[in-house]
C-alpha cells in the first residue's frame, strides 16, 4: 500500500528547497553538487531529477528553461514552509499546546543566556503587542 500524500516536504525536499532559498535558482547539477555535501550521500543525476520534477509537482518548485537545461526555483517561502511543519508538530505532538512545545525545547537542548534573553525580550514585546490590541 502507498504512503498517503504529505502536505509537507520530505527530508531530501526540504534540504533541496534549503539549497534554493540560500542560493537562489539554479540548474539540477548545481543543486546535485550541494545536496550531496548536504545530504553527506552519492546521489545520482536521475534522483535529483525525478525528485525535483516531483517537487514541480507538488508545486514546491518552479523550472524554466534556460538554454539546454532547466533552472529550478523555490515557489514557496521558507516561512510558509517552517510555519506549516512546526504546526503539524504542535498539532499532532504537543496537541495544540505552544506551552508544551516551548518547555520541551528549553528541557531538551542547551540554551545559552544569550538565547534566553531573546526569548524574553520577544515574549515581552508580545505580551505588549496582545495588551495594545485589547
Known sequence: M???KSRFPT???LIILKILWKNGAMPVRGVRSLLE????????HTSVVTTMNTMVEKEYLSKVMHGNSYIFE???EEKEVSLGILDDVLNRVFNGSAKSLVLSL???ESVSQ???EKLEALIRKEKENEEKSR
Open 2 to 4: 502507498a504512503r498517503p
Open 11 to 13: 527530508e531530501l525536499e
Open 37 to 44: 555535501k548536504e545530504a553527506n550521500r552519492p546521489l545520482a
Open 74 to 76: 523555490s515557489a514557496v
Open 106 to 108: 528549553l528541557e531538551s
Open 114 to 116: 544569550d538565547e534566553y
